[in-house]
């Protein structure tokens, strides 16, 4: 499933201003997230968790665009991204996604609970079918109950 500009605002919620900004700050964002590009859900999400945690705790987008594409693949790869306890860990230098468990050896400067984020995008894909947003997405696949 592929999300165009326009839908990567409304589902993340991210203002035309910041996403043209993270657009020339973070590599290979500009061309999926052009005008005409599109992104995976996986990285509308990332996007999503990404946002708030610049919003809500104040994390930089030099970390943010540091650690990426990384955040990305693990996106990409791992199914348990939405599910209750998954938790994007980030330090000054780095950011990984794993269960609630503290990883080891790793000086935490800030988490983002994924599941509430998560939920509140798939809730709003289904929600939007009269608004453009009628896609289909197979919640079973992705560790949620309907």
Do not use: C
């Not at 500009?5 to 991210?14: F, R």
């Not at 910041?18 to 657009?23: K, N």
Request: proline share 1%.
């Amino acid at each position: 499933m592929n999300f165009t500009h326009a839908q990567i605002l409304e589902l993340t919620g991210m203002t035309q201003e910041r996403l043209r900004h993270w657009r020339r700050e973070i590599s290979g964002l500009d061309a999926r997230a052009s005008r005409t590009g599109i992104v995976t859900f996986e990285e509308v999400a990332l996007l999503a968790v990404l946002s708030r945690a610049a919003d809500e705790l104040g994390i930089s987008l030099s970390l943010i665009a540091a650690n990426y594409d990384d955040l990305l693949i693990t996106f990409q790869e791992n199914q348990l991204i939405g599910e209750e306890g998954v938790i994007l860990w980030l330090s000054v230098d780095s950011a990984i996604v794993s269960r609630a468990e503290i990883p080891s050896e790793f000086e935490v400067a800030a988490m983002v609970k994924l599941a509430p984020i998560l939920k509140r995008l798939y809730d709003k894909v289904y929600q939007s079918g009269a608004r453009q947003l009628s896609l289909s997405l197979d919640l079973t696949d992705r560790g949620v109950k309907e």
